[in-house]
């Protein structure tokens, strides 16, 4: 095991984490291809050959090939990190399928709601046959911007970054390989655990709404966690996480509320979610994105909250601040997340019990319902007369459906 | 005609509006008494027996009582000027059922939407039998502050007050006791035209939504129109615009659009909403409200979205952007305001075609249909049960059912 050939890695996606990861992984001595879509965003490191890193580290990292050729970029790879918002992982699960190689490890960084079963989903109906592994983490391993042509800065790391594999029977293959490279990775039960503590659900869409006009007259130049963040603001967020909390228990995981992460995350006190964002000095000075044109909507909302909505819509929990801040998502940016997002269908639980996902997320199986058990399959199609329901009336009540 | 008696009048209301009212009324030499439910507010007033007014007009209004006793207050006056958020109308009905005199004429000051129509429903309700006349204004006469104890200013008048009776067969009898009294009143078509025409509902729940989060660290200190709309702010009050002319189109009622209500009002040009907000000298200066606490949610969502809401989805008519502020505002104030707002069948419109609003706001009679025409008890039960799934699913998707 010791003298084990040291791992060769990917990483897709060159924005600031991605080029943050390359550089890194470099430096730590392991070989790097470095893949990006558009070809502006890496000609400066592809002329260097390698990423200037500053920070909390320093150094030339000195990457093997710099492409834009997906082929090229992973073939002979061990590892695959897809470094991009979540909207691109069904772009690169479709362009995946037909270079992916016998025991590859896809880690997406990090999944979301629902990164790893979207990833799986794809590859399945795209009649995928390969044996490779998909894993995704809870949270990004870095803070860290790229600061100029081919230069990356790590601001911090994470002490902890759960991760798990779908199936979970993965997840030690998956953690094997990686923990060594990044002590920070810990393995997670499944990905109901990585996908239901993604924390951006809560921290992300409901203070960008609720500070629209702020951000667009000032640009952003407020303080996000501290002028951003109102008692009814902290409230809002409160009752999304109260519903997020919810689905999570319906599907027996066991998540932390957001004020106990930030307590353990940032070992800040503080008896309600406002107390504890303003408790917060490491938020100290961040500021609001500059528009709402931002991933805190356009990636919040499609790939945490309709995925969340979704299950819990399937499952008979209701979360209508949910729902709610997802509307007006749809309605300010005139795009239909409900139909872009992540809905159980496209998780592939559609119509599942709750018994059956989790057993699925363990095995990646699902049980073949016996015919005899009327019982079960009437449970079934009441779950998809009630969806059905929903879509008409949305449409009755003049739900968004554009 | 000329040597007619001057009307009597009746204030109920001594805030910001009512003792602007009562004291201008007073000053013109008219015979006023001011009615408030708690005392404290009127205590001042009662004790110097009137309201020393600045601004446009100044000088003493002495008033010829000052009391919490409604009785007493509307005894023998012609007219009964109701000057409170609308929030207080559905009180006012009941409270006047007992005393209220056979020909005395009741306005609301204004009556955002459906006002006259709920207040006359709940007399016919509480069985009422005598011949009152019920009218609404579109917007209140003046912009005015209550300055001081028993001080009130007035900063200025609106030139044309629109103003209908429900029925509309009796604007003429009030239109002709108070235009010599308030020339800016100009008779409306009806009460369709009153309620629907009301900017509130487009001006106020959108732009304080969008803004919870300075209106709250900042306790509303910036400009609320032209800080507080930005873009966005100003693309989602133009889609409630949209969506009110869309209901007034529906119901045959010409109304102006937001903008053009601008150009008239104010004078000022701009091709989209948030020209004509920014290019509004006369909004200089205006602040935010100081805290979402505010009369711009709790009486504009239940007094002024909800009933064009229930209405659009009565008649088929689409109100998605409406129906997420209304949404959002039940979560943010933790308040039911599909329940406690108005509904058609608060309106005493429920299960009306467009034909039979018509005929009954402009004569207060309901055609009684012939059992004979079967297709139309068909199209009402259909009505009925659009609204009824509608319920079901709002509870079934986790709407707001508290």
Chains 1, 2 share one sequence.
Not at 269 to 275: A, P, R, S
Request: proline share 5%; net charge positive; hydrophobic share 45%.
């Amino acid at each position: 095991m010791f003298f084990e050939r040291k791992p060769k890695f990917a990483v897709l996606g060159a924005g600031h984490g991605g080029q943050a990861m390359a550089a890194h992984l470099a430096l730590m001595g392991y070989e790097v291809n470095l893949f990006n879509k558009t070809a502006t965003r890496i000609e400066a490191v592809r002329k260097i050959g390698g990423i200037h890193l500053s920070g909390v580290f320093n150094g030339f990292g000195k990457l093997k090939k710099v492409t834009t050729d997906l082929r090229q970029a992973i073939a002979g790879v061990d590892i695959i990190m897809i470094v991009t918002p979540a909207t691109a992982h069904e772009f690169f699960a479709r362009a995946l399928v037909p270079v992916l190689e016998d025991g590859q490890i896809v880690v997406l960084n990090p999944g979301r709601t629902g990164g790893a079963l979207e990833f799986a989903q794809i590859l399945k109906e795209e009649g995928f046959k390969k044996k490779c592994y998909i894993a995704e983490t809870q949270t990004f391993l870095y803070a860290s911007r790229v600061i100029g042509p081919a230069q990356a800065r790590i601001f911090g790391l994470k002490n902890i970054v759960p991760i798990a594999a779908f199936p979970a029977v993965d997840t030690p293959v998956v953690y094997n390989k990686l923990h060594r490279v990044f002590p920070q990775f810990t393995p997670a039960k499944n990905i109901l655990k990585t996908s239901l503590e993604n924390i951006g659900a809560v921290f992300h869409p409901v203070p960008t709404i609720l500070n629209v006009g702020r951000i667009e007259s000032t640009r952003g130049d407020f303080t996000y966690y501290h002028e951003g963040i109102s008692p009814s603001v902290a409230r809002f967020a409160q009752m999304v996480d109260d519903e997020r909390m919810a689905v999570a228990l319906r599907l027996g995981v066991d998540v932390l509320t957001a004020r106990d992460w930030m307590r353990k995350v940032y070992g800040v006190q503080g008896n309600t979610l406002y107390e504890v964002f303003q408790n917060n000095r490491q938020y100290d000075g961040i500021k609001a994105p500059a528009t709402i044109d931002h991933r805190y909507i356009y990636e919040d909302v499609p790939m945490s909250l309709v995925p969340i909505s979704s299950l819990g819509r399937m499952l008979g929990v209701p979360t209508p601040a949910i729902n709610t801040i997802i509307d007006m998502a749809c309605l300010l940016h005139e795009r239909d997340y409900w139909a872009i997002g992540r809905t159980v269908e496209k998780l592939g639980l559609a119509g599942m019990t709750v018994k059956e996902i989790q057993s699925y997320v363990e095995t990646g199986k699902v049980k073949v319902r016996r015919p005899s058990k009327v019982s079960r399959f009437t449970v079934g199609s009441e779950v998809e007369r009630v969806v059905d329901l929903g879509h008409i009336i949305r449409e009755r009540e003049g739900g968004v459906d554009n």
